[in-house]
């Protein structure tokens, strides 16, 4: 697991008017260049708090923070120059003025994360369902919450009603996402019903799905609703998203994101402490608004280390 419009969604639709060959997931049509898909209004940077800042851990204090990002507008959008917009992106900036820490946010592919902060060459990742088999890896500063959509052709013949309606049909999902888990405990209860499994096919990123969607090798993209449903508004009737209310319960269907850092580093109690005082000062509730996001906030109580108890395969 993992509305505005957005940069990622105008590159998706700028290859389908031209052709899929005419250019990769990462062009942007001339709308994008001129930042239409970005907020009017950048908020001023959160004032910096010493108390807060003093217990972010020295190691942390004497370099410039890595921030590993994948695709996933409209928390993270690769725009064609070069830069990464989305609310991750700003929400990094205010943590960084309030915690008084330097953040970089990088590409990353999503599979790369959790080997990149155990290993170090990355110090903070999001957003990432937070499950308790992850947290044996990594630590969760918890801030958002999604849950699973499938995303269809809005004038092709697959509109399943339920989830065993997607038994045996092909299924685009992100590599390494929790949607892969909802996939394979669907998969269980299609085989009680004698029914095939869903054939899921794995990208990259979502970009990549959708395209894949339009070109009918996938006949779904299954993903977080936040993303469907940002490319399905913005693909001018050529998508639609559609939530399968049976499927709710599956695990990962439902999921708590979370800023990810190395575990037991000291730096995700500190983020903890950050994302309250954002929630406090109304910065975090603007952030999510801008974005198109306030169906995906929490309360001040859920932003918490490691606060999810949900498992990805139970």
């Known amino acids: 697991m993992r509305n505005r419009p957005h940069v990622a969604a105008c590159a998706l639709l700028a290859c389908l008017t031209l052709g899929l060959s005419a250019c990769s997931v990462d062009d942007t049509p001339e709308g994008g260049k001129d930042n ?24 942390f204090t004497k370099k410039t923070l890595i921030m590993g990002v994948s695709e996933y507008a409209p928390y993270v959008t690769f725009e ?26 990088e590409r990353t592919n999503f599979d790369a994360v959790i080997p990149g902060l155990k290993s170090g060459r990355i110090d903070l990742s999001a957003p990432s369902g937070d499950f308790t ?23 092709g013949s697959f509109r399943p009603k339920n989830g065993l309606e997607v038994c045996g049909h092909k299924v685009g999902v992100e590599k390494g996402a929790g949607t892969q888990n909802v ?36 006949d779904a993209v299954a993903a977080p609703s936040a993303s469907n449903t940002s490319v399905s508004q913005n693909s001018h009737d050529r998508f ?38 954002l929630y406090e000062s109304g910065t975090y509730a603007k952030l999510f608004g801008q974005w198109g996001l306030p169906l995906s906030t929490v309360t001040r109580d859920q932003i918490a280390l490691n606060g999810s108890k949900q498992s990805q395969t139970q």
Do not use: H, W
């Not at 009017?40 to 020295?58: C, F, Y």
């Not at 088999?133 to 004038?155: C, H, I, N, P, Y």
């Open 133 to 155: 088999e992850r947290q044996q890896e990594v630590d969760f500063a918890d801030f958002a919450q999604s849950s699973v959509t499938m995303m269809v052709l809005k004038d």
């Open 36 to 59: 239409k898909s970005r907020p009017a209004v950048t908020l001023a940077p959160e004032p910096k708090d010493s108390a807060l800042a003093a217990e972010v851990p020295q190691a």
């Open 240 to 277: 639609e998203t559609l939530e399968l209310e049976d499927m709710l319960d599956l695990p990962a269907a439902t999921a708590i994101y979370g800023i990810q850092a190395k575990k037991d580093a000291g730096l995700a109690p500190v983020i903890v402490k950050g994302l309250r005082k």
């Open 80 to 105: 064609s120059d070069g830069k990464i917009t989305g609310l991750v992106p700003e929400l990094a900036a205010q943590l960084s003025s309030l915690l008084d820490i330097k953040i970089k946010v």
């Open 183 to 218: 996939l394979a405990a669907q998969n269980k209860r299609c085989a009680a019903k004698g029914k095939p499994s869903v054939d899921a096919k794995l990208y990259t990123d979502l970009p990549a799905a959708s395209l894949a969607l339009q070109s009918k090798r996938v």
